[in-house]
């Protein structure tokens, strides 16, 4: 597709189990990008993959979060464990480079998580 | 600590008037300043953007206002319509050996009365 792909778009699991969450970004986009949202929080950065390397992993609020980019294409983020703060729309990006600085930057439509 | 500070957090402006959201930032790094702007169910979208040596862009109906001494910018929607209604967030970046990341204010929900 033209765009930034995610799958699932919406996923309720219950308390403890693990979850991944797949994004497929924009043809040619060397730079992905997760970020998270959650109400009346605004857009917390996750991590940043420039091919399928992650320089910046500083966002991710825990070890029981992961993420992989593989063939510099499709990533998943992993979640273990879930916990009930972890529901929030988890939202991908790409960019054609990881200079964002005049380069714009593609967000998918997310991915709502609920952990019940 | 939030590194960029948006408000007013909602905003209710009549078909046809000016809608006025504003954002503060401390980390005088910081090199893009983008606004975006997202609908209910969708990904943020990039509306217009600025960098610090301008002190003003206009694209349209919106325009940013940047005041770097102050460390501060707006972003102006000028006779605003009801499909404007959205969650704006105004956005700062800062590059960090070779690549940026987008630090995000908390957003604003705009509501446009007809």
């Known amino acids: 597709g033209a765009g930034v792909s995610q799958s699932p778009s919406n996923k309720v699991t219950e308390k403890g189990k693990d979850v991944e969450l797949r994004c497929d970004p924009i043809?040619?986009?060397?730079?992905l990008y997760w970020y998270r949202q959650s109400l009346g929080q605004g857009l917390e950065f996750l991590i940043y993959?420039?091919?399928?390397?992650?320089?910046?992993k500083s966002g991710l609020p825990s070890d029981r979060f992961s993420a992989e980019r593989t063939g510099g294409s499709v990533s998943t983020l992993t979640i273990q464990r879930t916990q009930q703060e972890d529901s929030a729309v988890y939202l991908c990006?790409?960019?054609?480079?990881?200079?964002?600085?005049?380069?714009?930057?593609?967000f998918g439509e997310g991915s709502w998580l609920t952990v019940v | 600590q939030q590194q960029v500070k948006q408000s007013p957090q909602s905003l209710i402006v009549q078909k046809g008037g000016i809608s006025i959201i504003n954002c503060a930032y401390e980390?005088?790094?910081?090199?893009?300043f983008p606004w975006y702007q997202q609908f209910p169910g969708k990904g943020p979208a990039l509306l217009i953007a600025i960098r610090p040596d301008v002190s003003e862009k206009k694209e349209g109906r919106f325009t940013i206002s940047f005041n770097k001494s102050a460390k501060q910018f707006s972003l102006h929607i000028m006779d605003s319509q009801p499909g404007d209604s959205a969650t704006y967030f105004c956005a700062a970046t800062i590059k960090n050996s070779g690549y940026s990341t987008l630090t995000f204010g908390k957003g604003t929900m705009l509501l446009v009365s007809p």
């Open positions: 990006a790409s960019s054609k480079q990881g200079g964002l600085a005049g380069n714009t930057i593609y």
């Open positions: 980390n005088t790094a910081f090199d893009y």
């Open positions: 043809s040619g986009h060397t730079a």
């Open positions: 993959f420039q091919g399928n390397s992650a320089p910046d």
